[in-house]
């Protein structure tokens, strides 16, 4: 499984464009990335997935450049309820697959 | 989306008895489900991963004669804290996944407070 990489945290400001980046430098060919959004004290939200280029649904986006070694996550014009931590997830996600976590990034957004 | 339903949704048990902590899959049959335990401000670990039919596959470092899961049906997965302690006190979640399907759902999670 990809080893994935993330900030730890970051800030932001109601209104504004978020960019989150994920490494998965060792990513596999058959390997889809995955966003999961978590609250405090619930489980991981699915936000978003995909396996090249552009990956768009109705709360993000999702960029992964040709080489796939990297991916980011873009929340456009977050609000206070975006403030969560948002995990990156690299794996081929059929059947057994494991799902695992790396440290997420936590986003803080300011009024 | 699918939906995943995890019960309870907090439970607070005495030092030394069992908890039995319920994930069910509402509408879709889910041939694997996961199991993960989280700290405050720490990221998701996996604990085992839980396979309909079959024994549980635990992963390093996690005591399967302490969590005993159980795979019953294609909707339902149990994992039990037996003999729980204050250290065992977390929260716990689990994930389930359909059959070739690239998404995992995942339960609301269970807070376990063992005093």
């Known amino acids: 499984l990809a080893k994935t990489t993330q900030p730890i945290s970051m800030d932001s400001y109601e209104g504004q464009e978020v960019n989150i980046t994920c490494s998965h430098n060792n990513i596999a060919t058959n390997d889809y990335i995955t966003w999961y959004q978590q609250f405090p004290s619930q489980g991981p939200r699915f936000i978003i997935q995909g396996y090249k280029t552009k990956v768009t649904n109705e709360v993000a986006s999702l960029f992964i450049p040709a080489d796939r070694k990297s991916s980011t996550l873009s929340l456009p014009r977050v609000s206070l309820s975006d403030t969560a931590v948002y995990y990156c997830?690299?794996?081929?996600?059929?059947?057994?697959?494991?799902?695992?976590f790396g440290t997420g990034t936590r986003l803080q957004v300011f009024p | 989306g699918a939906v995943v339903s995890q019960h309870p949704s907090w439970v607070i048990c005495k030092s030394g008895t069992s908890v039995k902590i319920e994930c069910r899959s509402l509408?879709?049959?889910?041939?694997?489900m996961f199991w993960y335990r989280q700290f405050p401000k720490q990221s998701l670990m996996l604990m085992a991963t839980?396979?309909?039919?079959?024994?549980?596959?635990?992963e390093q470092g996690v005591e399967k004669d302490k969590f005993l899961i159980n795979h019953a049906s294609l909707t339902l997965s149990t994992l039990t804290v037996t003999s729980a302690h204050p250290e065992d006190s977390s929260f716990y979640i689990c994930?389930?996944?359909?059959?070739?399907?690239?998404?995992?759902?995942f339960g609301q999670g269970t807070r376990l407070t063992v005093v």
């Open positions: 509408d879709f049959q889910a041939t694997t």
């Open positions: 839980s396979n309909e039919g079959s024994k549980a596959t635990y």
């Open positions: 994930s389930a996944r359909e059959v070739m399907n690239t998404e995992a759902f």
């Open positions: 997830l690299v794996g081929v996600n059929y059947n057994t697959d494991k799902l695992i």
